[in-house]
């Protein structure tokens, strides 16, 4: 029985459709990348911001003329919402006449069997959304697509509740898998080939495992022989260890990069989003950082709109992006979850133009921060991890810098997966470009 699978939403999702994939391949389900041969389409979901969800209905509308055709033909069609999505609305998705099955992150393992009772019990929904404090997938091995960047999950869920946020209700409370599982792991992505891993968990400063923190685990990782970089994402700036700083700093194989969510640069703001840290604190963290590890990228994720949110607060964040001087900051507009706090306790009262037009300003300074920092790179010579060919310049391959920058470069007839060094020649504040030397 053929499946398609999409996925939507963060580097989570992207491992757990790769954990999908492992559970069903033994039970005779095979992938396919064309919708129309598929019996079973799996919709891997996200469930962070409003337009994720408007993403997944919009695609749901573009499966019914299939799913008529299938029906008329007499032939079995399962359509599944997987994940973060499936976990918060959970019997609302059946309003959508195209689902037939709803399964949660924590529920995959129970897919092939789930399947099949959605598939002998023809309009009737089937459902399993329910959260586990003990299940991490540790048993399974993901299914890969020959690449040069693997993830892998080192914890799952949530303990952090900040108010705007809805993954502690749609993946459960934090649990760890064990550091010689995750090394094992990474020991077979560079048996066949992978150079890079990037350790994913919602907060990853949280990992504790038998007396083992997260800076054990990273450096651990880091070591086995053939991965020649380790990234991590995300930490918390609450709670910084300065052991992870040093192992950051001192071993040759973890880049130096550090994704460091601010959320918002309002002490008010911060203290309502339940962050528990001030802007103070975490602008000497930055400072920090950038003592410990001088030649380190720092990026970052900024709401904007957030409900109570005046003039004065946004005035604050600006000046945080401007002091902090950012590599490049993710910037949304606040959109209410169901299920958090927020939606619960803040009415979603900033005005849609009001959030317009602050994003836009703050668009416009980070833009032009990372323009200049990219410009301060003409001239370097930068080891680049080539990833393949680049789309939208003919015969130019893209790669990334250890800061995680995106350099393009003409084409070295070398394979992705190689590192190659590149003179950045030019610069925008998107991205460097070079030539390799």
Request: proline share 5%; hydrophobic share 35%.
């Amino acid at each position: 029985m053929n499946v398609f699978l999409e996925t939507y939403g963060c580097q989570m999702n992207e491992y757990d459709s790769e954990l999908i994939q492992a559970i069903l391949s033994p039970h005779g389900y095979k992938t396919t990348t064309v919708l129309e041969e598929a019996s079973v389409v799996l919709i891997n979901t996200c469930a962070i911001r409003e337009n994720a969800h408007r993403k997944i209905y919009g695609r749901l509308d573009d499966l019914r003329p299939v799913k008529k055709g299938k029906m008329a033909d007499g032939a079995p069609f399962v359509v599944a919402v997987l994940g973060c999505m499936a976990q918060n609305l959970k019997e609302a998705l059946f309003d959508h006449p195209v689902v037939n099955l709803v399964v949660g992150p924590d529920n995959y393992k129970s897919l092939p069997r789930l399947i099949q009772q959605a598939i002998q019990t023809t309009g009737r929904p089937v459902m399993e959304a329910y959260l586990s404090e003990y299940e991490t997938y540790s048993d399974i091995a993901p299914h890969r697509v020959a690449g040069v960047n693997a993830w892998i999950a080192v914890m799952r869920g949530c303990d952090n509740f900040c108010t705007f946020c809805v993954v502690p209700y749609t993946r459960g409370r934090e649990r760890c898998r064990s550091p010689e599982n995750i090394l094992n792991e990474a020991r077979r992505l560079a048996e066949v080939g992978y150079r890079q891993v990037t350790l994913l968990g919602q907060n990853v400063n949280s990992y504790r495992y038998e007396g083992a923190s997260f800076a054990d685990l990273i450096s651990a990782v880091a070591g086995v022989p053939g991965i020649q970089r380790v990234r991590f994402t995300s930490p918390h700036p609450k709670d910084f260890p300065e052991p992870l700083l040093a192992a950051i700093a001192a071993h040759p194989h973890i880049c130096k990069h550090i994704h460091l969510p601010a959320q918002s640069g309002s002490d008010r703001i911060l203290s309502v989003m339940n962050r528990t840290y001030t802007r103070r604190e975490y602008l000497a963290l930055v400072a920090q950082i950038r003592r410990a590890i001088p030649q380190v990228s720092i990026t970052t994720d900024m709401i904007i709109g957030f409900p109570t949110e005046t003039e004065t607060d946004f005035q604050d964040t600006y000046d945080l992006m401007q002091q902090a001087e950012f590599d490049n900051a993710f910037i949304f507009k606040y959109s209410e979850r169901e299920g958090t706090i927020a939606q619960r306790q803040y009415p979603d009262d900033v005005a849609a133009d009001i959030k317009t037009d602050r994003i836009v300003r703050l668009f416009d300074l980070q833009h032009s921060i990372s323009r200049q920092k990219n410009q301060r790179r003409v001239g370097e010579t930068l080891e680049v991890l080539i990833e393949g060919m680049a789309e939208k310049r003919p015969n130019a391959q893209v790669g990334k810098s250890d800061g995680n920058r995106t350099v393009l470069f003409p084409n070295t007839l070398l394979s992705p997966g190689t590192f190659v060094p590149i003179r950045i020649t030019d610069a925008t504040q998107n991205t460097l470009y070079g030539e390799a030397v």
